[in-house]
C-alpha cells in the first residue's frame, strides 16, 4: 500500500463559524464512497467504533447528516505510549439532489462501516426523451 | 528538556528520544496503531472498518508484532458510476516491536465495530519482580 502519511490522518470536521461545540470530544471526517447505480445512490462511511445505536442520521430539507458517537476505550492501568490516530465522533453532510425518495432510505452498519441507500423516487429513474423526426 | 524516567524506558521503543519527535511528522505506516503499556502487558488498537475477522492475520514473534489483512474494493457493475472514492482498499502488513517480549500463547485479539484490540501479555520470565530489602 502507498499511501502518504498525510492520507491517513483522520480529517478533523470544522465547525460553521462562530458555532462551538458542546463536547470537548474531537470530530472526525469519515471517509465516504458514494456510488449512483441505476435506482439508487449508495453512501459507504468508514466509522470505526460505531454500530447501530450510536449512528444518527438526519435529514433536515436538502441536507443529509451524518452522526457518530464513538466512546472511547480506555485502557485500566495503562500508559499511553504511541498514538497515531486519534479517536472522537464522526459527523458528515451531504446535500441530496430532489430525485431521492426521501421516504425508503435506510441505513445498516457493519463492522464499523455505515452503508446509506437513497433509493431514487420512480419518476427519477429512466427519463428518457425520445427524438422524433419530423 | 529533562527526560523523564518514562522516556527512558521506552527510547529504545520509540527509536529516538520523544522530545525530538514533537512537532516532527513522522512516517506512519498503515494502518495507524495506538499503543498502551503496563509492567504486565502491552495493549494494541487499530481501526479496521469494514474488515471480517477472517480477513486479519496476526502473528507474534518474540517482542515483534505482525498484522496483515485485505479490504477488497466494492464490486464494480455495469453502469454503475462513483461520485466519490475515499476509502481504502489493498493489502497491508505493518509489524511493531514492543519494548519486551511477549507470551505469544497468551495473545488474545477481539474485532468489534471495526476495531481491532490486540492484548499482549508480558513473558512471564521476563515481568518486573519486586525484591524485599530486609534490615538485619
Not at chain 1, 49 to 59: A, F, H, M, R
Not at chain 1, 88 to 103: C, N
Not at chain 2, 88 to 101: D, Q, V
Request: proline fraction near 5%; include cysteine.
Amino acid at each position: 500500500m502507498s499511501e502518504s502519511s498525510q492520507e491517513l490522518q483522520k480529517k478533523e470536521a470544522e465547525t460553521p463559524a462562530g458555532v462551538e461545540r458542546t463536547r470537548s470530544e474531537k470530530v472526525y471526517i469519515p471517509a465516504v464512497d458514494i456510488i449512483e447505480k441505476k435506482d439508487e445512490m449508495v453512501v459507504i462511511a468508514d466509522m470505526a467504533g460505531c454500530d447501530e445505536n450510536t449512528v444518527d442520521i438526519t435529514l433536515e430539507k436538502n441536507l443529509l447528516t451524518i452522526y457518530g458517537k464513538v466512546v472511547p476505550d480506555k485502557g485500566d492501568d495503562l500508559q499511553p505510549a504511541l498514538f497515531e490516530y486519534g479517536t472522537g465522533d464522526y459527523q458528515r453532510s451531504f446535500t441530496i439532489s430532489e430525485e431521492i425518495d426521501r421516504e425508503r432510505i435506510n441505513a445498516k452498519v457493519k463492522n464499523g462501516v455505515l452503508t446509506i441507500i437513497l433509493p431514487k423516487a420512480a419518476a427519477a429513474k429512466s427519463r428518457k426523451i425520445a427524438v422524433v423526426s419530423e | 528538556m529533562l527526560l523523564t524516567e518514562f522516556d527512558r524506558f521506552f527510547e529504545p521503543f520509540w527509536g529516538m528520544p520523544r522530545y525530538r519527535q514533537r512537532g516532527v511528522r513522522r512516517r506512519i505506516d498503515f494502518p495507524p496503531f495506538n499503543v498502551w503499556l503496563s509492567d504486565e502487558k502491552a495493549v494494541i488498537t487499530t481501526e479496521l472498518p469494514g474488515l471480517n475477522p477472517e480477513d486479519i492475520e496476526l502473528s507474534v514473534i518474540g517482542k515483534v508484532v505482525t498484522l496483515k489483512g485485505t479490504r477488497k474494493a466494492d464490486d464494480f457493475k455495469n453502469g454503475e458510476s462513483y461520485h466519490r472514492r475515499e476509502r481504502w482498499h489493498g493489502s497491508f502488513t505493518k509489524s511493531i516491536e514492543l519494548p519486551f517480549n511477549i507470551e505469544n500463547q497468551k495473545v488474545t485479539a477481539n474485532f468489534a465495530k471495526g476495531i481491532l484490540k490486540i492484548t499482549l501479555p508480558r513473558a512471564e520470565a521476563e515481568k518486573p519482580k519486586k525484591i524485599e530489602i530486609r534490615s538485619e
